[in-house]
């Protein structure tokens, strides 16, 4: 007997994805800010943390881009290396309930019963708190640092990542191919790791998007209350908190950091939007 | 209404049909399987499969037919432990050379399942993960439970892809499957399918969501592959010119019971049972040119309203008061043959009025 004959849509192999334009809006404003992060020392040509108390307050100069603060510091070295603190911590802190809230929701779903119950309860005992009352709460209790911030977004926003996933993860337990890894004797760990894992986690990464840009609101938040980064480790919230009492006569102090912040939650917004518009694409 | 455009397969070429093998023992038994669900919103268990029995030879093709809802599907998973949510075994066996699947626990399943018994599903869109690539797909299973390497394992892809008659098959295994045809993600399910070399194949109306066309294509690939590689199927649909075209056994469902058995050639020349012959009329023939097409009056019974007695007898002309009530086993009729039906004999007097249509 002969070979049967197939057909199949070459085109769709060859055709080009276009990237949204909201994509390369967002990675463009990204990379400037995460390029200089990494190449501070190469951008900026003085120490963030070295006082200079002869040249307190300079305003913008050739020496001095965006001038001294009140103990004579650069701003702009001050600006470039807080976005490399505030990138990093958000980025932890992001990956690390990202991670959690993925597996703790893909599990749930799979197996339901016992085991969903006890995980989506406690993710209504959290939620059950305003999200600042219960991050402030834990680096309080943990006392401020790098590591109680990650700890504390950590513990609150891996619900948000363990909802969504759970959600994706009830669906697609049901479809065939899931019947059909059984059919072909696959063990459980392998049909949940490699075949539904990999359906759900592009809604966990679209959220987390959105959530950096809420984290570095949060990091930045308790930088500006006190609760941070300990000084004199440059962060845009203490460069805002300690600029506000020369608010009337330097106000740059304090807005340029919040130029900043803005600019970063803007581009994580837009990469976002992109990102999400490619992924249903694809589906 | 005109009837005539449809190709009964059958008439195409006997070649495809080799006669059943027989004097081995058999690779799949079922005995008595019930299989029990509770209706929606109701606290009762009624009985969707009940007290099924049937064997498969090795590298025997058997037909399983019934409308929807008669339980033939659910039968199918209940082999490979595969019921849904809410479905139990409630009584019988299921021996895989001559291991008991339903006892035996998780593990005996595990052992089987894949090398020794797979199935093909009917929507090759669902039945593929969307995120994966078809030729990741294809040699997943095999990977794992054959020891493949990476190397080895993609050669082996574009050989079953090859294989499968899937034409530039370099092109095709880079591919995800929302980029592939219907009949071509079919062609790829099937392949997945018998990388592990299983023995028996599961067929779940693998070809019911396909053009007629493509639907004939895919089954003469299931035929060649049976005789070439000598592996059983157990095949599901409603439709009879499939099981005509693929099968030497045929064994027809109602209502979760079966009702007839026997060889194919046997059952559509002179069916001994009204329901199958209802089946029978209904098809619709090329070579007849007819206004109307012969259908069963009325429709199959819900699941926990199944009529006592034979649960066919408020649709059946052949039915008297002694349908009604009482069990209707399957009465051995000699020659491998089997009917549920207490008028064996009226069936066959009515079945000879088919015999002068053809």
């Known amino acids: ?283 | 209404m005109r009837a005539g455009h449809l190709v009964r397969p059958r008439e195409r070429g006997p070649a495809l049909v080799p006669p059943a093998p027989s004097g081995r023992p058999g690779l799949l038994e079922v005995e008595g399987l019930t299989v029990s669900v509770s209706p929606p919103g109701e606290r009762r268990r009624v009985d969707v499969v009940s007290n099924v029995s049937f064997n498969i030879m090795a590298g025997e093709a058997v037909g399983l037919v019934g409308e929807s809802g008669s339980g033939k599907s659910l039968t199918l998973r209940a082999i490979l432990g595969l019921l849904p949510a809410g479905a139990t075994v409630k009584g019988g066996a299921v021996r895989f050379e001559g291991v008991d699947l339903l006892s035996g626990g998780k593990r005996s399943l595990q052992r089987v399942r894949g090398t020794g018994v797979t199935m093909i599903f009917q929507e090759p869109m669902t039945a593929l993960n969307p995120v994966v690539r078809v030729g990741e797909q294809i040699v997943d299973a095999a990977r794992r439970q054959l020891g493949w390497s990476r190397r080895e394992s993609s050669e082996h892809a574009l050989e079953l892809a090859r294989h499968m008659g899937i034409r530039d098959p370099d092109a095709v295994l880079s591919l995800y499957p929302h980029e592939l045809s219907g009949g071509l993600r079919q062609r790829v399910m099937i392949a997945a399918a018998l990388a592990c070399q299983p023995r028996l194949v599961l067929c779940d109306e693998p070809t019911t969501a396909l053009d007629v066309t493509i639907q004939a294509q895919i089954v003469a690939l299931l035929a060649r592959l049976r005789q070439e590689s000598q592996m059983s199927l157990l095949y599901v649909t409603h439709d009879l010119a499939v099981v005509a075209q693929l099968c030497q056994r045929l064994q027809v469902m109602y209502a979760g019971s079966i009702v007839e058995k026997g060889s194919v050639a046997e059952i559509f020349a002179s069916p001994r049972h009204p329901y199958t012959l209802g089946l029978i009329r209904a098809t619709p023939d090329v070579h007849t040119v007819v206004d109307e097409l012969t259908g069963i009056p009325g429709s199959a019974p819900h699941v926990g309203a199944r009529p006592a007695g034979c649960a066919f007898h408020p649709r059946c002309s052949l039915a008297t008061i002694e349908c009604s009530s009482g069990e209707m086993p399957l009465r051995d009729l000699g020659n491998g043959r089997a009917s549920a039906c207490i008028h064996v004999d009226a069936c066959q007097s009515a079945a000879e009025g088919l015999e002068a249509v053809r």
Do not use: C
């Not at chain 1, 619900?159 to 759970?166: C, D, E, G």
């Not at chain 1, 994706?168 to 059919?183: D, G, I, M, S």
């Open chain 1, 1 to 283: 007997m002969t070979t049967v004959s197939a057909e199949y849509v070459v085109e769709k192999a060859q055709q080009r994805r276009k990237l949204p334009p909201a994509l390369i809006a967002g990675g463009a404003v990204l990379g400037v800010i995460v390029g200089l992060a990494i190449f501070a020392p190469l951008v900026t040509s003085y120490n963030p943390t070295t006082q200079d108390l002869t040249n307190i307050l300079a305003g913008p100069s050739a020496a001095h881009w965006l001038g001294t603060d009140q103990l004579g510091r650069d701003v702009w070295s001050r600006l470039v290396y807080g976005a490399r603190t505030d990138l990093f911590v958000a980025f932890i802190a992001v990956l690390s309930p990202f991670v959690i809230g993925t597996l703790a929701g893909v599990f749930a779903g799979y197996f339901g019963s016992a085991l969903d119950a006890t995980v989506m309860r406690l993710a209504d005992v959290v939620v059950a708190f305003p999200f600042y009352v219960l991050v402030m709460l834990l680096v309080f209790l943990l006392g401020p640092g790098t590591g109680s911030i990650i700890i504390a977004i950590t513990v609150v926003s891996w619900v948000s990542y363990a909802r969504i996933v759970r959600g994706a993860t009830l669906v697609a337990k049901n479809q065939e191919y899931v019947l059909a890894t059984k059919a072909e004797g696959f063990s459980t760990s392998r049909i949940v790791l490699r075949h539904i894992v990999p359906n759900v986690v592009s809604q966990a990464i679209v959220f987390a998007t959105s959530d950096i840009v809420l984290d570095i609101l949060a990091i930045v938040t308790l930088g500006y209350l006190g609760l941070g980064i300990p000084p004199p480790t440059p962060d845009w919230g203490e460069m805002m908190a300690s600029g506000q009492q020369f608010l009337t006569t330097h106000w740059e102090l304090s807005t340029i950091p919040g130029i900043a912040v803005v600019l970063t939650g803007l581009g994580l917004s837009l990469l976002g939007d992109g990102l999400a518009e490619l992924l249903s694409v694809e589906r």
